[in-house]
T-cell receptor
Framework: GAVVSQHPSRVICKSGTSVKIECRSLDFQATTMFWYRQFPKKSLMLMATSNEGSKATYEQGVEKDKFLINHASLTLSTLTVTSAHPEDSSFYIC??????????????FGDGTRLSIL | SQQGEEDPQALSIQEGENATMNCSYKTSINNLQWYRQNSGRGLVHLILIRSNEREKHSGRLRVTLDTSKKSSSLLITASRAADTASYFCATARGETSGSRLTFGEGTQLTVNP
C-alpha cells in the first residue's frame, strides 16, 4: 500500500538552529502534501499545504518565514523550522493524499518528527 | 481551528468489551474518516465513510454517519489490549483526496488486559 516516509524521527538541537524535516511518498506521486503540528495529548493542527510547483498555502497564524516549505518534486516535501526556539518544540507530521486525486480516498501519514529545542 | 469534537476524551475498558467513540462536526462534508494513532507515531487510516452512506464495517470496526445531526460514531467490538491508542475523526469538505482534513480532538482509548 501507499507509504509516506518522514525523516528524521527525532531531533534534539540548540536554540537558534534550523531544522529540516523531509516527507517522501515512497510508491506514489503527491502534488499536494500537508504539514501538521501536534501538541501532547492534543489533536493535529494543520500548518500548511505544500504544493508541487507553486508556493505553499499557510494556515492563519502560521509564520511562513518561520516554517519554510519546499515541495521539491512529486515525491518530496520539506519543512524547515528556521532559527528554532524552545516554543517550536512539538511533534510534526506530514501526510500525502492517496488515490492520485480520486475522490474519497484517505490520506497517508508519515510517522512524525519529535522536535526538541533546548 | 478544529471543528470536530469527540467524546469521550478518554475511555478505559476491559479486553473483550466494546468501545464506542463519537464525533460531531459543524459544516457540510464530503466524507468523514477515522484514524488511529499509537503514542508518538503517525496516523493510520481505519475507515472512510461518504456523506451518502449511513454505516460501514471493516473487521471489528463499525462506523455510522448521521449527516442530519452532523455526527459519527466508531464502534470497536471485542476490544483487545492492542487497540489501545488515540482515535481521531476527520472531515473532508472537498471531493478529491487532496482536500484538507479537519480533525476532531480525539479519544484516548485504553484497553486493559
Amino acid at each position: 500500500g501507499a507509504v509516506v516516509s518522514q525523516h528524521p524521527s527525532r531531533v534534539i538541537c540548540k536554540s537558534g538552529t534550523s531544522v529540516k524535516i523531509e516527507c517522501r511518498s515512497l510508491d506514489f506521486q503527491a502534488t499536494t502534501m500537508f504539514w501538521y503540528r501536534q501538541f501532547p495529548k492534543k489533536s493535529l493542527m494543520l500548518m500548511a499545504t505544500s504544493n508541487e510547483g507553486s508556493k505553499a498555502t499557510y494556515e492563519q497564524g502560521v509564520e511562513k518565514d518561520k516554517f519554510l516549505i519546499n515541495h521539491a518534486s512529486l515525491t518530496l516535501s520539506t519543512l524547515t523550522v528556521t532559527s528554532a526556539h524552545p516554543e517550536d518544540s512539538s511533534f510534526y507530521i506530514c501526510s500525502a493524499p492517496g488515490g492520485q486525486g480520486r475522490s474519497n480516498q484517505p490520506q497517508h501519514f508519515g510517522d512524525g518528527t519529535r522536535l526538541s529545542i533546548l | 481551528s478544529q471543528q470536530g469534537e469527540e467524546d469521550p476524551q478518554a475511555l478505559s475498558i476491559q479486553e473483550g468489551e466494546n468501545a464506542t467513540m463519537n464525533c460531531s462536526y459543524k459544516t457540510s462534508i464530503n466524507n468523514l474518516q477515522w484514524y488511529r494513532q499509537n503514542s508518538g507515531r503517525g496516523l493510520v487510516h481505519l475507515i472512510l465513510i461518504r456523506s451518502n452512506e449511513r454505516e460501514k464495517h471493516s473487521g471489528r470496526l463499525r462506523v455510522t454517519l448521521d449527516t442530519s445531526k452532523k455526527s459519527s460514531s466508531l464502534l470497536i467490538t471485542a476490544s483487545r489490549a492492542a487497540d489501545t491508542a488515540s482515535y481521531f475523526c476527520a472531515t473532508a469538505r472537498g471531493e478529491t483526496s487532496g482536500s484538507r482534513l479537519t480533525f476532531g480532538e480525539g479519544t484516548q482509548l485504553t484497553v486493559n488486559p
